[in-house]
C-alpha cells in the first residue's frame, strides 16, 4: 500500500479495512472527503453500505464522520445519534491512500465513547488471539498500548476528534457538502 495521492475534498471514496494478516476485514462503499492533506483525512458519510470479510453486508444506520491520521496507530468514527455523539475508535495503523481508498490494518481493539464522556477499551480478548494466531510482532504491541493511552488523554482531554468544535464544524461540512452535491 503507497500513498500515491491525496484525496480532494468532494470527493467519494471507500474506506479499507485489512487485518495483519493482509486479508480484507471491511468495506465502506463511499465516504465523502471533506478534509485531506499528508496527514489527517475527514470524511462524512450517511446510510452506507459496509460489507464484512464473509460478504455479509449493512448499511450504516446514521450519519457519521470519520478521522484519519497518518500518524497516529488509531483512526475514530464520530456518530450522530438521537440522544448525541458516539465515538468509535479503532486501534489500527496509520492510514494510506492509494487512490483506490482510504485503507488501514484493524487491531481488534477498539474505544467506545458515549454521549456522557465515559469510555471502554473493548475486544481485548480478541486481540489477544489474534495476536498469537497472526504473530503481532512485539513492536506493534507496544505501539498499540501506547496509542491506547494517548487515545484515552485525547477523549480525556476532549481534543482532536473529541473536541465539541470539531463535531460541529464537520458536521455543517457534510451536511454542506451534502447539499452541493444534490444541487
Excluded at 471514496?13 to 465523502?32: C, D
Excluded at 491512500?97 to 477498539?110: F, V
Aim: one cysteine or more; glycine letters at 4%; proline letters at 4%.
Amino acid at each position: 500500500m503507497v500513498k500515491e495521492s491525496i484525496p480532494k475534498e468532494g470527493q467519494s471514496v471507500q474506506i479499507q479495512s485489512y487485518k495483519h494478516n493482509g486479508k480484507i476485514h471491511r468495506v465502506w462503499s463511499e465516504t465523502t472527503i471533506l478534509k485531506g492533506t499528508n496527514h489527517v483525512i475527514i470524511g462524512g458519510n450517511n446510510r452506507t453500505l459496509v460489507t464484512e470479510s464473509d460478504g455479509r453486508t449493512w448499511i450504516t444506520r446514521e450519519p457519521a464522520i470519520v478521522y484519519f491520521h497518518a500518524e497516529y496507530w488509531f483512526n475514530v468514527i464520530c456518530m450522530f445519534r438521537e440522544d448525541g455523539v458516539y465515538y468509535y475508535c479503532n486501534l489500527s495503523s496509520p492510514f494510506v491512500y492509494d487512490t483506490e481508498a482510504i485503507k488501514y490494518i484493524d487491531y481488534d481493539l477498539d474505544i467506545k465513547v458515549y454521549p456522557n464522556g465515559k469510555y471502554h477499551l473493548l475486544d481485548e480478548d480478541e486481540y489477544q488471539q489474534h495476536m498469537k494466531q497472526m504473530n503481532y510482532p512485539v513492536e506493534i504491541d507496544q505501539i498499540l498500548r501506547r496509542n491506547v493511552d494517548t487515545l484515552q488523554q485525547w477523549i480525556e482531554r476532549k481534543k482532536g476528534p473529541f473536541a465539541p468544535d470539531f463535531i460541529k464544524v464537520w458536521q455543517e461540512r457534510f451536511h454542506l457538502q451534502k447539499r452541493m452535491m444534490e444541487e
